[in-house]
């Protein structure tokens, strides 16, 4: 094992059950558990930007209830789709949907970088899967290029604020 490898914990959704924090929670009653990793990961979609940060706000209070606060905070999927919103579909947004809720969400994620000591956030998916391949109700649209590799409106909103933060 490489004594320098970032140990994760892997990614977990928040708005399943158990919640991803009360996941945490218990996982930490476990002996000797918060000296097996380095950061954990979360997966916080959301229908909004509100519930995305809620997310993580919870999550953050777990490790530190927990005295783990020097422990990183990754964000390992992201996202929204660009299809149309549907009552079983809350994720979709349609593609100026997509745009928007990225244009709000990444910036917020960097003024809480420290206080959440949040090293990384990734998009779920850059591009879309074939229209043949099954996946969730979002999935099939989340990527920031169609699956004909054509740019989305998200694709610029992304490339202006991954530039301006270099």
Not at 13 to 30: D, E, I
Not at 47 to 74: S, T
Not at 91 to 111: E, H, M, S
Request: with cysteine; aromatic share 12%.
């Amino acid at each position: 094992m490489d004594p320098k490898a970032t140990i994760l914990l892997g990614g977990m959704p928040g708005y399943v059950h158990p919640r991803a924090w009360g996941y945490l929670k218990q996982l930490y009653k476990r002996r000797s558990f918060k000296h097996k990793f380095d950061a954990v990961a979360v997966h916080p979609y959301s229908p909004d930007v509100k519930h995305v940060l809620i997310q993580l706000k919870h999550m953050r209070r777990v490790m530190r209830k927990n005295h783990d606060a020097h422990a990183g905070l990754w964000i390992t999927e992201l996202g929204w789709g660009s299809k149309r919103p549907s009552a079983g579909a809350t994720i979709n947004k349609g593609p100026q949907g997509q745009k928007r809720l990225l244009k709000k969400t990444f910036p917020r994620l960097q003024r809480h970088r420290r206080q959440w000591n949040l090293k990384h956030a990734f998009w779920y998916t850059w591009r879309d899967p074939p229209r043949s391949k099954p996946g969730c109700s979002f999935c099939s649209s989340s990527g920031l290029f169609k699956h004909n590799q054509k740019p989305k409106p998200a694709w610029n909103a992304f490339k202006h604020i991954t530039a301006s933060r270099r």
